[in-house]
């Protein structure tokens, strides 16, 4: 019977090193990234402000105020009905 347990850990073993290396391997690339946006968002708020921008958020909801919608066609089709 320990024969037994011993061919189960055994052919177990490599399924849970390989998954834990992916694990970590996958978890450090997240990591990285996050830091890296992080960063460039700094330094892109950085350079803004130098340059006398507004911060990068202000920027994109003032070009979408800025755009008018556009006007539906669907009212004026079924008025001339």
Do not use: C, N
């Amino acid at each position: 019977m320990d024969d037994y347990w011993a061919a189960v850990l055994w052919s177990l073993l490599p399924t849970v090193v390989v998954s834990a290396i992916f694990f970590f391997v996958l978890r450090g690339i997240i990591r990285a990234d996050r830091t890296e946006r992080r960063e460039y968002a700094r330094y892109e708020a950085k350079e803004r402000a130098r340059l006398g921008l507004p911060p990068a958020g202000a920027a994109v909801a003032a070009a979408d105020q800025a755009t008018p919608a556009p006007a539906s066609d669907q009212p004026a089709a079924a008025a001339e009905r």
